[in-house]
C-alpha cells in the first residue's frame, strides 16, 4: 500500500497513504475490511490499473475474500467494464493464483449450475430494455439478456449483493452515472443497506478520484430517496 | 484472443471468449469482420489498452486492413482520443509493421494531396463552431478548423466512413457521447448503414463495456430518429 | 515528443508532432511554456499514461517547474485524479529525481505550515457540500473538508493558481465537467486569467484528445459568463 518510491517524490503522500488511508479509511466503520477490498479491486479493474491491483488483490484474499469470489469479479467486470479490463485483471491474478497454489478446483466451473431467476422482475427488465434500445440496437438487447441477465448474472459463486456491489462501483470509477439508479436499486435490493452504500461512494473517491464520488452523489441520493418512500 | 491465464483464473471467461465472442460476436452478421476488427482496434485505442492490441491489430491486417488504413486509425485517433493514445498505438504497431516486413511505401505519405472539400458542410460546421466554441477558446476555433476539418479529415488513405466509424467508436468507448449526433450523422452520411451502427453499439458494448454503450443509446436513437425524417 | 516508432507507422504523426504540436501549440501564446508543461503533465497523470510522463515531467523539470512543484502536483492529482494514478506518476518521477539528484531537501515536507484559509470561502464550501452530500454520504463530507479543503489545498508549496489549474485539467481531462463551475471560478480567483483559461482548453484538446475539450466548451462558457457580471 505505500510503495518505497513515494518517499523520494512526496513525504506528504507517504503520510496519507498511512495515515488518510492505512489507519484511516480502511478502518472507520461503515463497511468492512472485506467490503472495502472488494470495491478497491473493483475500482482498480474498472480503471485498468494493472499496477496496484496485485497488493490489493493479495489483501482482498487475505482479508476473506475466496479465490471463487475474486474470479466471479474478474469475469463480471470484463463485461462491465470492458473485456480488456478483465484479461489484464486476469494476467494479474493469474500470477497470484499460482503463488497461492489456487488450483481449478478452488475456481468456479465454466457453467455451473445458475441461481434461480426471479422471472417477472426480469421480465419487468426485458421490457424495458426492448423499449428502450430495441429500435437502436436489437443486439445490444439480445446479448443484454442472453449473456448477462440469464447468464452471467446468475452464476452462483458471488452474492447477488457484491455482484451489484462491483457494479456500482464499476459505474461510479469510470463516471457512467446514467446506469446508476437501476443498479444501485438492484444492490440495495440485493442487500446492500444505506449506509454501506453512503461509505462506498466515499471509499470510491479515494481509488476513482474525489470527481468521480461527486459526480455519483445527486445520483445516489435519487435512489435512496426513491427507497425511503 | 483467449490468453492461457484465463483458464488459470476463471473458466468461465474462457468460455465466454470461444462461444460468446469468437463464436457468437465475431461471426453474426450486421458487420463484415473487417469492420469488427477496425471498431476493436478503434476502441483498444480509444481506451489506451496496449496489452490487447497487438493481437487485435494482427488481426484486423489478417481480414482486410490495409497497412495505411491502420496507419490512418492511429493518426486519426491521436487527435480524437488523446496523443498519448496515439503513440502507445504507434509503438504497439511499429513492431508488427516490422515483423510483417511494412515499410514506407506501403505508408500514407505525411502530406498527401487531400480529398476535395464539401466547402458548403465546411461552411455550416465552422460557423456552428465559431458560435458554440469561439467566446471560449479560439485556439480551439483554429485548431478544429486548420488540423481536423481541413487537413486530418481530408487525408485520402482511410475512408470517410472508416474515419467517421473510428470516431464515432471511439466517443462511445470514453462515454464522450455530447459529440455524437454530428459525428454519428456524418458517419451515416459517409456510408454506415443503421444496421451496421445499431451493431456498432453492441459490438463496442464487450469492448468498451456494457455501461458505454448502455450510455450512448439514447444519443443513437435520437439521429436514427432525424435521419427517418 | 517524437519518438522514433512513430515514423515507421505514420509519417504523418511525425509531421503533427513537429509542425503542430512542438513548433505550433507549444510556441503559441497565451500561455508559458511551464503553464503548458504543468497543464499536459496534469493531462497526463489524470489519464494515467505512464509512457509518455517521463518526456514531459523533464520537460517541465527543464521549462521552470520547480521540482517540489511537480511533487505537490503529483500529491494534489492522487486525490482528484484517484491515489492509482498518484502512485503511477510517483514511481516515473522517482527514477527522475535520483537521475537528476533531486533529494529529500527540494521536496515539501509531509506536514509544512499551512497557508491561512479564507473562513467564509470555507464555511460557503462546506455548507453547499453538506446541503448536496451531507444525506447520502457523511464521509464524504467529512474527508472532502478535512483531507483535501482544509489540508491538502492548503499545501504551501505549489501556487493556488497552479493548484487549481492541474484541478480543471484532471476534470476535462476525465470528462468530468460537473464540478467545472466550482473549480473553474476558483482558479480565475486565484489568478487563472480568462486568456489562459481559453488556451488551456485548446492545450488539453491534443492530450486528453478533442472531445474531451468540446464537451467543456459550455461548461466554460458559463463560468466566463458569470465572471463578466
Chains 1, 2, 3 share one sequence.
Request: charged share 20%.
Amino acid at each position: 500500500m505505500i510503495p518505497q518510491d513515494l518517499a523520494s517524490v512526496s513525504p506528504a503522500l507517504t503520510r496519507y497513504a498511512r495515515d488518510t488511508l492505512l489507519f484511516g479509511l480502511w478502518k472507520r466503520p461503515g463497511l468492512s475490511r472485506r467490503d472495502r477490498a472488494v470495491i478497491t479491486v473493483a475500482a482498480l479493474i474498472a480503471r485498468n490499473q494493472a499496477g496496484e491491483l496485485p497488493f490489493y488483490m493479495n489483501y482482498a484474499l487475505d482479508h476473506g475474500v475466496q479465490p471463487r469470489e475474486l474470479s466471479e469479479i474478474i469475469t463480471h467486470l470484463s463485461f462491465y467494464a470492458g473485456w480488456g479490463n478483465g484479461i489484464t485483471a486476469a494476467q494479474v491474478a493469474a500470477k497470484i493464483f499460482a503463488e497461492r497454489s489456487i488450483g481449478a478446483d478452488q475456481l468456479p466451473p465454466a457453467s455451473p449450475s445458475l441461481l434461480p431467476i426471479d422471472q417477472a422482475a426480469e421480465d419487468r427488465r426485458a421490457r424495458t430494455v426492448e423499449e428502450t434500445v430495441g429500435s437502436v440496437s436489437p443486439g445490444l438487447v439480445k446479448d443484454t439478456g442472453e449473456v448477462l441477465f440469464r447468464d452471467l448474472w446468475r452464476r452462483p459463486d458471488l452474492a447477488a449483493r457484491d455482484r451489484s456491489m462491483v457494479t456500482v462501483v464499476a459505474l461510479i470509477s469510470n463516471g457512467q452515472v446514467q446506469q446508476m439508479p437501476f443498479h444501485l436499486s438492484r444492490a440495495m435490493d440485493n442487500g446492500l443497506s444505506r449506509d454501506e452504500a453512503s461509505e462506498l461512494v466515499s471509499h470510491v473517491a479515494y481509488y476513482a478520484g474525489w470527481p468521480a464520488a461527486f459526480s455519483s452523489v445527486s445520483v445516489v441520493k435519487g435512489v435512496f430517496d426513491a427507497a425511503r418512500k
